[in-house]
């Protein structure tokens, strides 16, 4: 009778150490998974702010983890021709058109500075600075 218990609680045990190793895999899975979501996120919005810095430059970005051609995330064709309405078409692709019509131009120089982009009404904000963008000399700027 005592083998017999012994018997069971080695089996509970195995049990139990097997149970404990598939939470953790599924659970190192899912970090995993998460970590490649943040890193896409992270390229897409490094390539939206080339995108929006030079217009007449198109960007292609596919998620090829599967195999193939893969998804297409992102794709923005190149914008010739008059600089500021392909900069404004940009705008729209990737901020959106309400942004546009709730927005001021801003064109001006002091000395040898010259100043130029969108700034949004006051009436036009958000919670957060998700959709701010700054470029310097035609490169993007991110605040940290």
Request: proline residues 3%.
């Amino acid at each position: 009778m005592l083998a017999n218990a012994k018997h069971e609680a080695e089996l509970l045990r195995n049990q139990a150490s097997e149970d404990l190793k598939a939470v953790l895999a599924r659970r190192e899975k899912a970090a995993l998974e998460k970590i490649a979501q943040a890193e896409t996120q992270a390229i897409q919005d490094a390539l939206r702010r080339l995108a929006l810095a030079e217009p007449s430059t198109g960007l292609t970005l596919r998620d090829a983890t599967g195999g193939g051609e893969g998804r297409q995330l992102l794709s923005l064709p190149a914008l010739l021709g008059d600089e500021d309405k392909a900069r404004r078409q940009r705008i729209r692709d990737l901020v959106g058109k309400p942004f546009l019509e709730n927005a001021i131009q801003i064109d001006t120089s002091r000395e040898e500075i010259h100043l130029s982009g969108y700034a949004g009404l006051p009436t036009y904000s958000r919670g957060a600075a998700v959709m701010q963008f700054l470029f310097v000399n035609g490169r993007p700027v991110k605040d940290r």
